[in-house]
């Protein structure tokens, strides 16, 4: 049984362009969260999405960030205009329904803003 | 919104000594709590995790924490450091009205002397 994936592994980009994350997760999982790491900090919640649904974005940056979990398809996060505070590992986890507390992770995005 | 602290940023262990990783939470209300584990380059794994049951839990690679309500601390020990125990470990707990909300410490670095 496959994990939650996470792709791309490390993303660097330039100030100004845009990131996409993709996140996949585990089979049998309708659930996603993504989590944002800075530097010497733990994971900070950002958002939490079922198939088609934004169920709570309280965590989310208001202006650049969006997060979408389409009905086909990977969940993405998607940052336009990317500054160098963006500079972090992005963790998407999954968990079953009926069971949100108990999430798995993936690897991470690791995004390099230059 | 809850808060957790894990006392030590780094430890360091002899192969074959106690393990020992502080961590303590702000709620006054037990929620649920958690200790991961992250290889270098790799996802967040769940060591165990505490859900009104029992207060010492017992988890994977012979991991145990115990759960304190009066102390609000759910510390992680293993009698007994392994080489392959040298790790990053993170202490988090679910947000009382929000259970898919995790907060995480910001981490602890084990290495372990041989």
């Known amino acids: 049984n496959a994990g939650v994936m996470q792709n791309p592994r490390h993303l660097v980009r330039r100030r100004g362009q845009e990131a996409r994350l993709r996140c996949s997760p585990m089979k049998g999982h309708s659930h996603v969260y993504w989590y944002r790491q800075l530097p010497e900090e733990g994971l900070k919640f950002m958002v939490y999405?079922?198939?088609?649904?934004?169920?709570?974005e309280s965590g989310m940056p208001k202006e650049r960030f969006s997060a979408e979990f389409p009905k086909e398809g990977p969940s993405i996060l998607r940052i336009q205009q990317v500054v160098r505070g963006d500079s972090a590992a992005y963790f998407c986890?999954?968990?079953?329904?009926?069971?949100?507390?108990?999430?798995?992770f993936g690897p991470g995005t690791r995004l390099t803003v230059t | 919104a809850q808060s957790v602290t894990q006392l030590g940023s780094h430890v360091s262990v002899s192969e074959g000594a106690l393990v020992l990783l502080r961590c303590n939470y702000s709620s006054s209300v037990p929620p649920y709590l958690f200790w991961y584990v992250q290889y270098p380059n790799q996802g967040l794994q769940l060591l165990l995790k505490?859900?009104?049951?029992?207060?010492l839990v017992k988890g994977i690679n012979g991991f145990e924490a115990e759960f304190k309500k009066s102390e609000t601390s759910f510390h992680l020990t293993k009698p007994s450091a392994h080489m392959s125990d040298a790790a990053e470990y993170f202490c988090?707990?679910?947000?009382?009205?929000?259970?898919?909300?995790?907060?995480f410490g910001a981490g602890t670095t084990v290495t372990v002397r041989a």
């Open positions: 988090a707990v679910s947000d009382e009205s929000n259970d898919y909300k995790l907060s």
């Open positions: 505490y859900t009104s049951a029992a207060t």
């Open positions: 999405l079922q198939k088609e649904n934004i169920i709570d």
């Open positions: 986890a999954s968990s079953p329904s009926g069971v949100t507390y108990e999430q798995y």
